[in-house]
Nanobody, 122 residues
Framework: QVQLVESGGGVVQAGGSLRLSCAASGRTFGTMGWFRQAPGKEREFVAAISWSGGSTYYADSVKGRFTISRDNAKNTVYLQMNSLKPGDTAVYYC?????????????????WGQGTQVTISS
């Protein structure tokens, strides 16, 4: 059974940091990524990383503040979030797909975690 399990969400003040983790089980994935969804908004792309880690993509809104990484030995992807803003408040979802071609389209990802809440207080 394939599962993606996120952890690391919580409540922090603006300017703070959080590190999200997503542990995959049941198979490995060529591309892993993070999306987020705020109340009343569409789910949006945050970051994605290739199998080797050599290709990473970020949404413009998080460039320079968030860093995605992965540990293939642990089958885990991470999202280090720094300089957090109230606008980053959302449910963050881990996503994965077999292809090593990194994309930012949520419809390309067939595997999803249950989500973890991130709340940034001002």
């Amino acid at each position: 059974q394939v599962q993606l399990v996120e952890s690391g969400g919580g409540v922090v003040q603006a300017g703070g940091s959080l590190r999200l983790s997503c542990a995959a089980s049941g198979r490995t994935f060529g591309t892993m990524g993070w999306f987020r969804q705020a109340p009343g908004k569409e789910r949006e792309f945050v970051a994605a990383i290739s199998w080797s880690g050599g290709s990473t993509y970020y949404a413009d809104s998080v460039k320079g503040r968030f860093t995605i990484s992965r540990d293939n030995a642990k089958n885990t992807v991470y999202l280090q979030m720094n300089s957090l803003k109230p606008g980053d408040t959302a449910v963050y979802y881990c996503a994965a797909k077999p292809s090593v071609i990194v994309t930012m389209n949520r419809y390309d990802y067939g595997y999803w975690g249950q989500g973890t809440q991130v709340t940034i207080s001002s």
